[in-house]
């Protein structure tokens, strides 16, 4: 009898240790990533599942353009929110890196990038993830109701009195896109005249949009004839969505982007982080890119050019280090003596 009521004593002890770890595991909660993505819907969401199936890790993500990214991650630089900023033009991370924004990280994976000194910081606070050009778009509708009237292939041209209230661009202060243009003009022409072009050109400008990307889509459906826009985000809506847009190029030059990323300092999540960081310089991940409308040059080896005709094109020695030192500067400038950011179109 006390051997019987031993064992079953043994056998309560057993069952209780069990059920105690089963309960154990089940209120483990799984690890979680919080990314800032500046690039477009598709692409981000499109991340957020391929990563989350490959590395077991949930994401939550919120898509913001690189303008605005910036000023989120400034406000919450004494409680940071997000553990990685995905995506947006360099200059903007530069910027970050200089206001102590962001942590280092020597990712193992930088072996991969095509070129170190181009598509990484130097001291390891941002790496690139793609390239892409900046181009013009025209409606081609449009320019069949124009006989005569080409398409844009130089920034001198969009100063022209056909296209006045017939230009859709970002707004700098909320657009890496639209910085990025403005830089530009400021490189190729010299401050002193560059500022007094950019002027002018904000007078043709019909509406000024809140995305560095959403220009193309508008124009497309018809609301006005030209567009500034990352080349990748034209071909999107031109065999995506089938919209009828021309794509052309200055011919005396055009600025690029190095689209970046960087780990938030004080991130909650670093081990997470520093995972995605790893898996996003891995061919297998930018290969991924065309599969969600989104058609930059990869920055590591392994990876084919979807569209190699894009990097075919006259780009300036763009200069971002500038470009990023400068970039409040120049925002507060072109948004307080030239245009507003007051009323943006979404």
């Not at 947006?88 to 942590?103: I, N, Q, R, T, Y």
């Not at 910081?121 to 778009?137: E, K, M, Q, R, S």
């Not at 280090?321 to 507060?332: T, V």
Request: proline share 5%; charged share 25%.
């Amino acid at each position: 009898m006390n051997r019987k009521r031993y064992l079953a004593g043994t056998v309560l002890v057993l069952l209780v240790a069990v059920l105690g770890l089963a309960g154990c595991g089940a209120g483990r909660q799984r690890p979680e990533i919080n990314v800032l993505c500046s690039p477009a819907e598709e692409w981000c969401q499109g991340l957020k599942e391929e990563f989350e199936e490959a590395h077991g890790i949930t994401v939550n993500y919120v898509r913001m353009s690189s303008g605005e990214s910036l000023d989120r991650i400034r406000a919450e630089k004494d409680n940071p929110q997000f553990d990685v900023w995905w995506g947006g033009p360099v200059d903007s991370f530069v910027a970050a890196k200089g206001e102590a924004l962001l942590a280092a990280y020597d990712s193992p994976n930088y072996q991969n990038l095509r070129y170190l000194t181009m598509f990484k910081d130097p001291d390891n606070y941002w790496a690139g993830i793609y390239l892409g050009t900046l181009g013009f778009c025209t409606n081609k509708d449009w320019l069949a109701q124009n006989p005569g009237l080409e398409a844009p292939t130089s920034w001198d041209e969009l100063l022209q009195p056909e296209f006045l209230d017939q230009i859709m661009v970002a707004h700098p202060s909320t657009s890496g896109t639209s910085y990025t243009a403005l830089a530009t003009i400021l490189q190729i022409k010299g401050e002193e005249a560059g500022w007094e072009y950019l002027s002018k050109y904000a007078e043709q400008v019909l509406e000024f949009t809140r995305s560095g990307a959403a220009p193309a889509h508008y124009v497309g459906q018809g609301e006005a004839g030209v567009c500034i826009a990352f080349s990748h985000d034209i071909i999107h809506e031109i065999e995506d969505n089938g919209l009828p847009l021309e794509l052309t190029f200055p011919k005396e030059g055009t600025g690029y982007e190095i689209g970046g990323m960087g780990i938030i300092k004080g991130a909650q999540h670093l081990e997470a982080a520093q995972e995605w960081f790893d898996w996003a310089l891995e061919p297998e991940t930018q290969a991924l890119g065309p599969k969600y409308f989104a058609y930059q040059a990869p920055t590591v080896e392994g990876v084919e050019l979807s569209h190699p005709e894009l990097l075919d094109v006259n780009l300036i020695d763009y200069d971002f280090q500038w470009a990023g030192e400068h970039k409040a500067e120049f925002i507060d400038k072109f948004s307080s003596e030239i245009a507003r950011p007051d009323r943006l179109k979404e």
